[in-house]
């Protein structure tokens, strides 16, 4: 048998009948939400219909109170702020709900985002110089500054009140936490005075949402806001759901509900901003789904952090009128164009790279490439190809005058910034969560960082861990795969980390008839299967190289994400193979 990743079938629930016929819905739909962990039909009720009403209390946040009193005190005695931002989309939109929320009510708010280049990620004692310099009398940061201890004491020392908020790991030593010294630190998972809080997989857009709301009370000396500043909270989810779709946080609970809820808001959002961008990427019209923002959308954000300053795609979603916003998203549709072409220069020297060193043998189980002059805003989504491609973590290091930037993706079972963590004698600074991290380094100590990086990652990974795995969520025929079906399981969006797109298994069936090269290349290939008397259409990518191995007649197990096809009028089901495993020849 032949198979490119392992299967995981999830068992079938016996349950899924009567769970079925009390929320009216077909037992297979009612065994994904079983896989999920959703056994109550009220939980179940509330994951098929999303509603703001579920969000959490912010005041659950340890210190988000506190913050939200200090900033409502500043717009009141009209002290100038500044909301100190990231330069990825999630730092963007964070930074952009905070300027929409402070400038309905009244605030003299500025923003300022540090060039990825010259500054690097997170919170520094400089720029921190240069903002009390011009009067800033409280600094807000958004999505980063927990890890920022020495940043922190600048302020202290200038007289400048500084609220960090923020999702990311932070510094541990083996006393405990090493937390910043600030007027207030807002983060999801801190231990606060009471009980954690429910959501501690919110990104920093949701955490700046979850803020602004605070604030809005604050102002409001109620438990409400007013109504005026409720509209906005409502907009506001728009970019909320771009964060946290872009920064790949689990799509489930309340994450689940503002991704939802701003999925359906975006296109006919009221922000230039926003209008703007879905028009650069002709998604004018079209209702939006978590591939759009993380394929399309997000990545033109991106750019902007990437290639030049994020400080444009910020002014897009705030200050600017109708023509500087069309303006600056033409510029990030070539900026993103621009980083598609480096992209792929350094995607193909990594890979001879990582062959040269020998990064395939499931000896080494974490890999680490650098080299002189690669373009430190792509090294990201580099990494993110090379996990695709030999599934281990990967940290790519951009060097460039005695200095390293360094950027990492990851793989379930390893948490990428415990092991920077653990590879802190190496490196400069680091920070980031589970999946993603960045990291600065001497190019001294490279050789040393990649030496200590493998042998965690040996340590913590076994071969088995390296296998990809595939979840399917049933056996199913394909007589039950119809059009209602595919209706059902949009329901369960949208799709991304924690709740991912539903796969079924459908096994044994006959290919029908000889499979068909498409695409410009021909890496992709056309088949028709058929189970008894139900044949299907389907599309399988990347699989050009299984051509001649396909004969009409044989045997195959497939796991699909079934679709629908529009063409001339018509609408088709169809099935988006995902894997094949060839089960006999004849």
């Known amino acids: ?210 803020l602004a709301w605070g604030v809005g009370q604050a102002v409001n000396g109620a438990a409400k806001v007013s109504d005026t500043f409720r509209e906005f909270l409502m907009e506001a989810t728009a970019l909320a759901a771009l964060g946290t779709i872009a920064d790949v946080v689990p799509l489930i609970g309340e994450n689940r509900i503002l991704a939802a809820f701003g999925l359906g808001l975006l296109k006919r959002s009221k922000l230039r901003g926003i209008r703007a961008l879905i028009a650069s990427a002709g998604l004018d019209g079209q209702t939006l789904d978590a591939y759009h923002v993380g394929f399309l959308l997000g990545p033109r954000l991106n750019a902007s952090g990437r290639m030049g300053h994020a400080h444009l795609a910020v002014e897009m979603l705030t200050t600017a009128d109708d023509a500087r916003a069309n303006e600056i998203a033409t510029f990030l549709e070539q900026q993103n164009r621009s980083r598609q072409t480096i992209e792929r220069q350094t995607v193909v020297e990594a890979m001879d790279q990582a062959t040269q060193l020998g990064y395939a043998s499931d000896d080494v189980r974490g890999i ?106 049933c056996l199913t025929d394909l007589k039950n795969v119809t059009r209602a079906l595919v209706d059902d399981l949009k329901r369960l969006g949208p799709f991304g980390c924690g709740n991912r797109k539903p796969l079924l298994a459908c096994r044994g069936v006959t290919l029908s008839a000889p499979a068909r090269r498409v695409g410009k290349t021909g890496d992709h290939l056309q088949l028709f299967v058929r189970h008894g008397q139900v044949q299907m259409k389907c599309i399988a990518f990347n699989t050009g190289a299984l051509f001649d191995r396909l004969k009409p007649g044989m045997s195959l197990d497939l796991a699909v994400d079934p679709t629908l096809n529009e063409y001339n009028g018509m609408t088709s089901v169809e099935l988006d193979v995902k894997d094949i495993a060839i089960v006999e020849t004849t």
């Open 1 to 210: 048998m032949v198979r490119s990743r392992r299967w995981n079938i999830a068992a079938e629930r016996p349950e899924a009948a009567a769970l079925a016929s009390n929320l009216k819905i077909s037992p297979l739909i009612a065994q994904i939400l079983l896989n999920r962990g959703l056994s109550e039909p009220d939980a179940c009720r509330s994951f098929l219909q999303p509603s703001l009403k579920h969000l959490h209390d912010p005041a659950l946040i340890p210190n988000l109170t506190r913050a939200s009193e200090r900033i409502a005190r500043a717009i009141s005695d009209h002290e100038k702020i500044v909301i100190y931002g990231d330069y990825d989309v999630d730092g963007i939109t964070a930074t952009s709900i905070l300027w929409h929320a402070l400038t309905t009510l009244g605030a003299d708010v500025h923003t300022y985002i540090p060039h990825r280049i010259d500054e690097g990620y997170g919170l520094n004692g400089e720029a921190i110089e240069e903002l009390a310099n011009g009067g800033a009398k409280l600094i807000v940061t958004v999505d980063c500054g927990v890890t920022a201890l020495k940043p922190a004491d600048v302020a202290r020392t200038r007289g400048v009140d500084l609220i960090i908020t923020d999702h990311h790991e932070g510094k541990e030593s083996p006393d405990g936490p090493m937390l910043p010294d600030c007027f207030a630190l807002v983060h999801p998972r801190l231990a606060g005075d009471g009980p954690a809080y429910p959501n501690p997989h919110l990104c920093g857009a949701g955490v700046a949402f979850k």
């Open 368 to 473: 680490v490439l650098g080299k002189e002059g690669w373009h430190p805003g792509v090294i990201g989504i580099v990494a993110s190809r090379m996990v695709e491609r030999f599934a281990k973590p990967v940290v790519m290091v951009a060097m460039s005058e005695g200095m390293g930037s360094g950027s990492g993706r990851s793989i379930a079972g390893f948490h990428l910034a415990r092991a920077l963590q653990a590879c802190t004698h190496t490196l400069e600074s680091h920070g980031g969560h589970e999946m993603a991290a960045g990291l600065k380094l001497r190019t001294e100590k490279f050789d040393a960082f990649r030496d200590a990086f493998t042998a965690h990652a040996n340590e913590v990974l076994t071969p088995a861990d390296l296998v990809p795995e595939i979840k399917l969520e």
